[in-house]
């Protein structure tokens, strides 16, 4: 996929290399030279760690044969898969304390603005910063985009898409846009009172927006962010329904940085792994393990089905029902939202016109949609941790989730065969 991103930077050991070789870098804040300096400094303490994971790739739960409910995933098991849908990161990493980054969501290559797409949102737990929210509740359209970003940069992004909106062809007399920007807090690794996202960042994701396979892991909005006490990320999966359910796409992708007790198509991962929310208290009675418990989580939900809004929120809600399969339990801290939108060219809305003549799948007809999105959330949130790398920054380190030990895990539970 086309983006303003490098492959996942492995626990950072190649970030000097990655920036003099990849031909499409990450953009730094303050300039190049500072990050290539930092990471000259520190090239030879993170040369010392472990090679193991960290020249081969990570793998996603399918690869591993961690393969999640009944319905077949699309041709790149992404979002990307809803025909139209184009995904694009920026990652932005400077120096020992800026991770972090854009990742933008487009539901069509067009002006949104001019085709719009019925949309609706749900919120699990509201302890978040979800621009937007109240247009798209009461109109039940989207006509920008949707970024993902961290917490504080939420302003900042929301600023510089409407710039960018607002220069495109046909927008001189507009005087009124809505901005949809979701965060998750990823300051345990990223000085987010910086607020180091730019319009240059949101732009370049914006602009590399493209269909296709899309990455995953510690890239875009996901550079930062932590789940389940491992490094979290973006996730993406997708399930195609049989011709006799109407032979729809659905395409889910997550922005995870939320805690609870890891458990993976139903084996307690994270209580056999030693690393789970509440365990110094059940274990030794006890203070709890810092940014184990708390954190948030962003989930887009996409499908080519004639869907009106009010069953996108039917929709938008079954995704919570795919995180909690995760183990989540949506703390107190947590923000927990899904926004799902419907690309069928039936239902897409043209400002100005008085009387719509709409397709609408049934309600009879929507159960399989029902399935396919809570398997594509919780596929998609395996497929953020999976696929993310141990980051460091100043501020710690979040360590992958270790996938030798995982798969002994899944094996003794039956989930994979041994």
């Known amino acids: 996929m086309a983006s303003r991103t490098i492959p996942a930077f492995d626990s950072l050991r190649k970030l000097g290399a990655a920036h003099l070789a990849v031909p499409q870098p990450i953009i730094p804040r303050r300039g190049v030279l500072p990050v290539l300096a930092a990471a000259l400094m520190a090239l030879p303490a993170l040369l010392a760690e472990p090679a193991a994971s960290q020249e081969a790739g990570r793998p996603r739960a399918r690869d591993l044969g961690i393969a999640v409910g009944i319905f077949e995933p699309g041709r790149h098991n992404a979002i990307t898969d809803v025909e139209g849908v184009l995904v694009g990161h920026t990652t932005v990493v400077e120096g020992d304390d800026i991770r972090t980054g854009v990742t933008a969501i487009r539901p069509h290559g067009g002006n949104l603005y001019f085709e719009r797409v019925p949309a609706a949102m749900h919120v699990g737990n509201g302890f978040g910063k979800l621009l937007g929210v109240t247009q798209v509740g009461e109109l039940g359209e989207l006509e920008m985009p949707i970024l993902l970003t961290c917490t504080l940069c939420v302003w900042r992004a929301a600023d510089a898409m409407v710039e960018w909106a607002l220069e495109m062809e046909g927008m001189e007399r507009v005087r009124s846009i809505n901005p949809v920007v979701g965060e998750t807090n990823d300051g345990g690794l990223n000085d987010i009172r910086g607020r180091p996202v730019t319009a240059a960042h949101v732009r370049a994701a914006l602009d590399g927006a493209a269909a296709g396979p899309v990455e995953e892991g510690a890239v875009g909005a996901g ?113 927990d939202y899904v926004i799902a939108f419907s690309t069928a060219p039936g239902v897409r809305r043209v400002p100005g016109v008085a009387v719509r003549t709409v ?60």
Do not use: C
């Open 359 to 418: 397709d609408d799948l049934a309600n009879n007809a929507i159960s399989g949609i029902f399935q396919a999105t809570v398997e594509a959330t919780e596929e998609a949130i395996y497929n953020s941790i999976f696929k993310a790398v141990t980051v460091s920054s100043r501020f710690g380190t979040r360590e992958a989730l270790p996938i030798e030990a995982t798969m002994g895990v899944l094996r003794r539970y039956g989930v994979v065969p041994e």
């Open 223 to 335: 550079t930062g962010t932590s789940a389940f006490g491992w490094k979290g990320g973006i996730g993406t999966s997708s399930r195609v329904l049989p011709p006799s359910l109407g032979g729809y796409t659905v395409g889910v992708l997550v922005q995870s940085n939320f805690g609870g007790i890891l458990q993976i198509a139903g084996a307690p991962v994270g209580r056999e792994l030693g690393r789970y929310s509440f365990r110094g208290q059940v274990e030794r009675g006890g203070g709890g393990q810092e940014g184990e418990s708390q954190g948030s989580i962003m989930m887009v939900v996409a499908t080519d089905a004639p869907l009106s809004e009010r069953n996108l929120r039917r929709v938008a809600m079954r995704a919570v029902m795919g995180l909690s399969r995760t183990g989540s339990y949506a703390s107190n801290g947590s923000g």
